[in-house]
């Protein structure tokens, strides 16, 4: 077992030869020896190895081996099913890969193995997100989700942006379940200098790069208590007499930009902490 985890700690530390070199150790510790749980649980982290490096053939043998030596063990058929999963998609054989993940979640709700599917990484977040476009366990796949850590986001949005229709929209529907943190507090001081805190830190001068940004914020603080707002009242404040067609492409780019502004990690509009829209 001391092998089994030194190998796993040198696989996630990206050292493949240390991992290799540590379970070799470890099967030879074993001949002789009847322990199927812990010869089953380097066979699969060998298989593992063999992915990184391409060796397919030889990572499925070694899958099947272990799933039939530990075969009385649920969670370590569920553990194999991801392996394979992860196989399939490596070699670019989605519809197979598509298959054992759906095995995996059956198998995991029904005897509420959820806790152990977040601990997979990012490389599993596409083929939920295509099982979930496809409709298929949906709010299970939700739950996961809301389980994985945070990084997992970066890979969602990244689909969001590239992906087909069916998963850009799958991929935004599931950001949308993670827990969000309390965004900080807002401060505007109106009277004498113009000053804009975020938290206890101030906005220096030189982040607003763009007066129309300032203004627009000026002018949501004085339409606040209105809720919301046409654009329109908006623009013609800031572009007074002006043609509506050229200056609503003004307005946006003065509200991405005051966006940027006040939320400099902000990634979609959408989530936007401070400011709302809701279509014009």
């Avoid at 043998?61 to 649920?74: H, M, T, V």
């Avoid at 099982?131 to 389980?147: C, P, S, V």
């Avoid at 994985?148 to 969602?156: C, F, H, R």
Wanted: hydrophobic share 40%.
């Amino acid at each position: 077992m001391i092998q089994y985890l030194e190998a796993n700690t040198s696989m996630l530390s990206g050292d493949l030869i240390l991992c290799e070199n540590t379970i070799r150790k470890g099967n030879d510790l074993l001949k002789g020896l009847y322990f199927p749980q812990v010869d089953a649980q380097l066979k699969a982290a060998l298989a593992m190895v063999h992915m990184f490096y391409g060796r397919f053939s030889e990572a499925e043998d070694l899958i099947d081996k272990a799933r039939e030596e530990f075969s009385s063990s649920k969670l370590f058929y569920l553990f194999a099913q991801v392996l394979y999963a992860g196989m399939y998609l490596a070699q670019g054989k989605t519809d197979q890969a598509l298959d054992k993940t759906r095995s995996a979640l059956e198998l995991s709700q029904i005897n509420g193995y959820e806790f152990w599917l977040p601990t997979l990484g990012k490389w599993i977040v596409p083929l939920l997100v295509r099982l979930y476009a496809n409709g298929e366990m949906t709010d299970y796949i939700r739950k996961i989700f809301k389980m994985m850590d945070s990084g997992v986001q970066d890979e969602l949005i990244r689909i969001e942006k590239t992906g087909d229709p069916s998963e850009s929209r799958s991929a935004s529907l599931i950001l949308e379940a993670f827990p969000k943190t309390p965004p900080p507090g807002i401060r505007l001081n109106l009277l004498g200098r113009f000053r804009v805190s975020i938290g206890e830190d101030e906005i220096p001068a030189r982040q607003w790069k763009s007066k129309k940004a300032k203004m627009l914020l000026k002018l949501l603080v004085h339409y606040r208590n209105k809720g919301f707002m046409s654009k329109e009242v908006f623009m013609e404040h800031l572009w007074p007499e002006k043609d509506p067609l050229l200056t609503a492409k003004r307005f946006h780019v003065a509200l991405v930009a005051l966006r940027k502004v006040l939320e400099p990690g902000v990634k979609r509009a959408g989530r936007s902490s401070y400011i709302l829209s809701d279509r014009d």
